[in-house]
């Protein structure tokens, strides 16, 4: 029973992650009025999504 929660957990943290990495780029690319300007705070927010994208599917 432990292994079937555990896929269960492993799944519903998969998609909570999946969820959450759509919001972050939806946030970079929706009507962003800095899409144009590709200044610092742009290029650094683009970077931390990156990291954050390439980081939490670890679980």
Known sequence: MR???????KKIYQIVV???IAI???GL??????????GAGYI????LVLI????LPQG
């Open 44 to 47: 650094l927010n683009l970077v």
């Open 29 to 38: 690319v929706a009507d962003n009025p800095r899409m144009g300007d590709f």
């Open 52 to 55: 954050l994208s390439v980081c």
């Open 3 to 9: 292994e079937f929660n555990n896929k269960s957990n």
């Open 18 to 20: 999946f969820i959450v």
């Open 24 to 26: 972050m780029i939806l």
